[in-house]
């Protein structure tokens, strides 16, 4: 990564030809950068316009979220921080101006999730809370920060005793329960009710119901009794059959919209002239493929060990990109919706027929685990 302040630099340079000469005119440049992904160029505008009126807050939101969006969480070099800094600062500026937005508070908050400063979310988002008790994001993020508290000390308590990751519990050291007990119980209580909040809120979040049915499953190793270890079981039992039900008909949805742009889409123009549309084999299609985004395992999925390849049916456009008519074939439904995101990022080299650019018709396959290899770079890049 360059110097901070040289990427402003150039990213301000860019921005040279046909220079806006108001707020609004600075602020209608960083939108126009923001939406198409160039954030640096989205900043240096948003940057100018926090100049020429520093007492809009919009101003400062929009550039703390871009530069929160060049930020790379894990990463540890000096100007991947600053850009972390900066932001957070931006955002700490709109509370001056504001002390309650909402936005401010949920971005401060996903700011310290990033960097896994736990305390720090959970103080953001207590007082996003207070400030909008119907959030139901921000009570999920609660319950999140929850399950990112105890996971790691119960992950090696149950590995210094030997226990295998699909070992049943409960633990069998009544010292280790009672340690943990003592540390982590009301945590795992407090993002119970978090969660329990959030869907109260939302009875769909699917997520919430995913982490819901982690904490009581854990939970459920530090209790003494099997009775109350088999009624914490039962009860995460009914979370994930109730999490599986509403991703099934997520997808169903997402397919059914998919497959209803596939089937009837609209007639052109009369004046228009209909592009050729070519299928093309998957083995053909792959060596085509200049830019390749791997899919995030989905981590109900990955919890509970689903495995398997998503089958799409999918329109690539004489560019090369996808033109979203996208169908789901066959896949597991917490599988589809991640497939689905990945694949409408993925870029081809465009197919030639008599020499002009036309839409390709053809079927990918995502397999889940997603492939760790090398991810291929487009060319534009």
Same mark, same amino acid.
């Given at each position: 990564?360059?110097?901070?302040?040289?990427?402003?630099?150039?990213?301000?340079?860019? !921005?040279?030809?046909?220079?806006?000469? &108001?707020? /609004?005119?600075?602020?209608?440049?960083?939108?126009? %950068?923001?939406?198409?992904?160039? *954030?640096?160029?989205?900043?240096?505008?948003?940057?100018?316009? +926090?100049?020429?009126?520093?007492?809009?807050?919009?101003?400062?939101? *929009?550039?703390?979220?871009?530069?929160?969006?060049?930020?790379?969480?894990?990463?540890?070099?000096?100007?991947?921080?600053?850009?972390? $800094?900066?932001?957070?600062?931006?955002?700490?500026?709109?509370?001056?101006?504001?002390?309650?937005?909402?936005?401010?508070?949920?971005?401060?908050?996903?700011?310290? !999730?990033?960097?896994?400063?736990?305390? &720090?979310?959970?103080?953001?988002?207590?007082?996003?809370?207070?400030?909008?008790?119907?959030?139901?994001?921000?009570?999920?993020?609660?319950?999140?920060?929850?399950?990112?508290?105890? *996971?790691?000390? @119960?992950?090696?308590?149950?590995?210094?005793?030997?226990?295998?990751? %699909?070992? =049943?519990?409960?633990?069998?050291?009544?010292?280790?329960?009672?340690?943990?007990?003592?540390?982590?119980?009301?945590?795992? $209580?407090?993002?119970?009710?978090?969660?329990?909040?959030?869907?109260?809120?939302?009875?769909?979040?699917?997520?919430?119901?995913? @982490?819901?049915? !982690?904490?009581?499953? %854990?939970?459920?190793?530090?209790?003494? /009794?099997? $009775?109350?270890?088999?009624?914490?079981?039962?009860?995460?039992?009914?979370?994930?059959?109730?999490?599986?039900?509403?991703?099934?008909?997520?997808? $169903?949805?997402?397919?059914?919209?998919? %497959?209803?742009?596939?089937?009837?889409?609209?007639?052109?123009? =009369?004046?228009?002239?209909?592009?050729?549309?070519?299928?093309?084999?998957?083995?053909?299609?792959?060596?085509?493929?200049?830019?390749?985004?791997?899919? +995030? *395992?989905?981590?109900?999925?990955?919890?509970?060990?689903?495995?398997?390849? +998503?089958?799409?049916?999918?329109?690539?456009?004489?560019?090369?990109?996808?033109?979203?008519?996208?169908?789901?074939?066959?896949?597991?439904?917490?599988?589809?919706?991640?497939? !689905?995101?990945?694949?409408?990022?993925?870029?081809?080299? =465009? /197919?030639?027929?008599?020499?002009?650019?036309?839409? +390709?018709?053809?079927?990918?396959?995502?397999?889940? =685990?997603?492939?760790?290899?090398?991810?291929?770079?487009?060319?534009? &890049?």
């Amino acid at each position: 990564m360059r110097p901070l302040a040289t990427g402003f630099l150039l990213a301000a340079l860019s !921005l040279s030809a046909q220079d806006p000469v &108001d707020f /609004t005119g600075w602020m209608n440049r960083g939108v126009a %950068e923001f939406e198409s992904g160039n *954030y640096p160029q989205a900043a240096a505008a948003f940057e100018r316009a +926090v100049a020429s009126d520093p007492s809009r807050a919009n101003a400062r939101l *929009y550039l703390g979220t871009a530069l929160m969006q060049q930020y790379i969480p894990g990463a540890d070099a000096p100007d991947n921080l600053s850009l972390a $800094e900066l932001a957070r600062r931006q955002f700490l500026q709109v509370l001056d101006l504001d002390h309650a937005n909402p936005v401010a508070l949920a971005s401060l908050g996903s700011l310290s !999730l990033k960097q896994k400063k736990w305390d &720090d979310a959970q103080q953001w988002y207590e007082k996003l809370i207070a400030a909008d008790p119907s959030n139901a994001d921000a009570w999920y993020s609660m319950g999140f920060i929850a399950w990112s508290k105890w *996971y790691s000390a @119960y992950g090696k308590a149950r590995a210094n005793l030997g226990m295998r990751l %699909e070992q =049943p519990g409960p633990i069998p050291e009544p010292a280790v329960r009672a340690d943990l007990t003592a540390r982590f119980g009301g945590v795992i $209580e407090d993002g119970i009710k978090a969660l329990t909040r959030a869907l109260e809120i939302d009875s769909t979040y699917a997520d919430a119901m995913a @982490y819901l049915n !982690l904490l009581i499953r %854990e939970r459920a190793d530090l209790r003494d /009794t099997a $009775e109350e270890y088999r009624r914490d079981l039962a009860t995460a039992d009914q979370w994930v059959d109730q999490a599986l039900a509403t991703k099934k008909a997520q997808a $169903e949805r997402a397919a059914q919209l998919s %497959e209803h742009r596939i089937v009837d889409p609209p007639p052109p123009p =009369p004046s228009r002239e209909v592009p050729h549309r070519i299928p093309l084999k998957s083995d053909d299609l792959e060596r085509r493929k200049i830019h390749h985004v791997a899919p +995030v *395992y989905p981590p109900l999925a990955a919890e509970l060990a689903i495995q398997g390849t +998503v089958r799409l049916a999918i329109v690539i456009g004489p560019d090369g990109r996808m033109q979203g008519m996208i169908r789901a074939i066959s896949g597991h439904p917490l599988l589809i919706p991640a497939a !689905l995101d990945a694949v409408k990022q993925w870029e081809y080299s =465009p /197919t030639l027929l008599n020499g002009k650019p036309v839409e +390709v018709i053809a079927e990918v396959s995502v397999n889940f =685990p997603p492939d760790p290899g090398v991810v291929k770079k487009s060319t534009r &890049d």
